[in-house]
């Protein structure tokens, strides 16, 4: 193999797998957070010098056409990947350092598991208000940095169409017309960012209504407050007697009896996640495909933490599928991947009734009041990443103007009142979301798919473990859409799923 491309790959390799270990370190201990020594791996992927031996490697005729591709996706992404890195870590400085109003330290997982279990309203409010004046400041460098960070991916939006020919229109050098050749970059258009943006409009009312009764018990203004929605959304009466104990089992359950044993034995470890805020999972690639974490807050979130767990447990999955022989360029995902789309699925699985009662052994009652909760869960998750995939920053150049737009578009998604703090906070990382925004699209319309060749309980039929596994071990070459493509559904089948979780 010519020098070029074996040097690339080795880079690349240490590069993420060094990431991927000061992750773990940090989950393991928040204070733990040094600059690996392999984040000058990740500084080579991105100078000249690195451009060059691409242009090598593409030369020497050794690499396909979708190593090539990937190869040369990964290396865009290591540059945005430096500065994205650089932003996380100086807020969590911040955060460390970030004191309230009645000067006490700001320990946000605390404050947000309080908020979720106060059934005070008044107390609810004023220690939201509290929060929000903390995080705004924050949230406004997190907005600004992550700007920065997207700088090497942009490119010039297409300008505004010319008028026909023998129109009899005159476009004038200052018109909007021609100005719009003039506008600022912009994340590159996708062809599915249309699905995101029709997914949105379609899943509107049933969003609505769906968290309408979420909230019902507990009343508040309309427009929801977030921290009601928040409240509503963990429904302590719904905890389990096992808790957390049993959790990563309940997620593994289907998995286990559709013929993943080995690969959950040998392959994925879970973790505990001792600063996490919310109850997302984090997926942690140690080796692709030997060694894959899966890593949980350690609060107790109830139903949220066991329909998060499965999506983590299922991306985890998916990425120990991959065929340990591809280069690395095609075993690591660089943006959305079948992985992904594998944890999209598997976090619906708790809004599906028949999953509740046949696999989890729920009655039907409680497997109504759980489904109708996971479902709501889930149906937000999508619209959250579908919001941010579309949402156009390129005019919002100031920091204070990319917050308000992104509260406003995250508002509208989650149908609540979301203040840009707390916006802020969540939403900066628009490259991130697109690829996720993907991922959950992938996976309603697998569901679809899956139902419709394998009927209701595919999720213990052999056959089905069949295409997951096919779908995951090609790693990059087989996208999202591809995997979808093979059960004879696309995107935009989505709505339509996410609409049957809570109706």
């Not at 392999?38 to 050794?62: D, I, K, V």
């Not at 945005?80 to 890195?85: N, P």
């Not at 808790?243 to 593994?252: E, F, M, N, S």
């Not at 497997?367 to 949402?391: D, P």
Request: hydrophobic content about 45%.
């Amino acid at each position: 193999m010519a020098r070029p491309v074996r040097l690339l790959r080795e880079t690349l390799e240490q590069f993420l797998a060094g990431e991927e270990a000061a992750r773990l370190a940090r989950l393991r201990d928040p204070s733990d957070d040094v600059e690996p020594a392999s984040r000058s791996r990740g500084r080579w992927l991105a100078s000249s010098e690195a451009s060059e031996a691409f242009e090598e490697a593409r030369e020497s005729g050794e690499l396909a056409a979708d190593e090539l591709l990937w190869l040369e996706r990964h290396l865009a992404l290591a540059r945005h990947a430096l500065g994205a890195l650089h932003v996380e870590a100086d807020l969590r400085r911040r955060l460390a350092a970030a004191r309230l109003a009645s000067d006490r330290q700001l320990d946000l997982p605390e404050r947000l598991a309080r908020l979720a279990r106060t059934d005070d309203a008044h107390a609810g409010a004023a220690g939201a208000r509290e929060l929000e004046h903390a995080l705004r400041p924050l949230a406004l460098v997190n907005v600004a940095g992550h700007a920065r960070a997207e700088r090497p991916l942009l490119v010039r939006r297409a300008p505004a169409e010319s008028p026909r020919p023998g129109s009899g229109l005159i476009v004038s050098a200052f018109s909007p017309e021609a100005m719009a050749e003039q506008a600022a970059p912009e994340l590159p258009d996708e062809p599915w960012l249309a699905y995101a943006a029709s997914f949105l409009v379609q899943t509107q009312s049933a969003a609505d209504e769906a968290v309408t009764r979420c909230a019902a018990k507990i009343g508040g203004a309309r427009p929801l407050p977030w921290h009601v929605l928040l409240r509503g959304l963990r429904a302590p009466d719904l905890d389990s007697s096992s808790g957390a104990r049993q959790r990563w089992r309940r997620a593994a359950a289907w998995l286990r009896g559709l013929g993943f044993e080995r690969e959950l034995n040998s392959r994925v470890r879970a973790e505990t996640d001792r600063g996490g805020a919310l109850p997302l999972a984090q997926v942690l690639a140690r080796g692709l495909p030997h060694d894959v974490r899966v890593a949980q807050s350690m609060t107790d979130w109830g139903v949220a933490s066991d329909v998060f767990a499965a999506e983590g447990l299922g991306r985890a999955l998916g990425l120990s599928l991959v065929h340990a022989a591809l280069p690395c360029e095609l075993r690591w995902p660089a943006g959305a991947s079948s992985a992904g789309a594998l944890g999209a699925l598997a976090l619906q699985l708790w809004g599906h009734p028949l999953h509740l009662i046949r696999v989890q052994e729920l009655s039907e009652s409680a497997a109504r009041r759980v489904g109708e909760l996971a479902g709501t869960l889930a149906l937000l998750y999508a619209r959250f990443w579908a919001a941010l995939a579309i949402l156009p920053l390129a005019d919002a150049g100031k920091p204070e103007a990319r917050l308000e737009a992104l509260a406003e578009g995250l508002s509208r998604a989650l149908c609540c009142d979301l203040p840009e703090g707390v916006a802020g906070m969540l939403g900066a990382d628009r490259v991130a979301a697109r690829s996720r925004a993907h991922e959950a699209l992938a996976g309603l319309a697998l569901h679809l798919g899956l139902r419709e060749q394998f009927d209701d309980d595919w999720f213990r039929n052999p056959r089905s473990e069949e295409l997951l596994r096919g779908g995951c071990a090609p790693g990059n070459r087989l996208t999202p859409e591809q995997l979808c493509a093979e059960l004879r559904v696309g995107l935009d089948a989505a709505p339509a799923r996410a609409n049957e979780l809570v109706t």
